[in-house]
């Protein structure tokens, strides 16, 4: 079982940066796949990224370029750079966690606000 809080949210003007921090309390980090979500109002939670613990990644289309998801093992620590931010990014990002032998997230943390002005 893993806990996971994230911090880094914040608002910023289009075109800035963020840097999202998710500390994974628990055992067997490494066993992970980690991924960042993230809610907009009305509508769907979407994954944003995915890590798994060899540094294999994966992003949404609408991300690609311009997000970066990192871990470290060694810090239970997962990461998501966020450069040349849009308004259409405002959302609720969360922290989630997987094992590597389930299909779905299980492990949620409780969200951050990020809020991109125009």
């Known amino acids: 079982q893993v806990q996971l809080v994230e911090s880094g949210g914040g608002s910023v003007q289009a075109g800035g940066s963020l840097r999202l921090s998710c500390a994974a309390l628990g055992r067997h980090f490494s066993n992970y796949v980690m991924g960042w979500y993230r809610q907009a109002p009305a509508k769907q939670r979407e994954l944003v990224a995915a890590i798994t613990s060899g540094g294999g990644t994966n992003y949404a289309d609408s991300v690609k370029g311009r997000f970066t998801i990192s871990r470290d093992n060694a810090k239970n620590m997962v990461y998501l750079q966020m450069n040349n931010l849009a308004s259409e990014d405002t959302a609720v990002y969360y922290c989630?966690?997987?094992?590597?032998?389930?299909?779905?997230?299980?492990?949620w943390g409780q969200g951050t606000q990020v809020t991109v002005s125009s």
């Open positions: 989630a966690a997987r094992s590597i032998v389930r299909p779905t997230y299980d492990y």
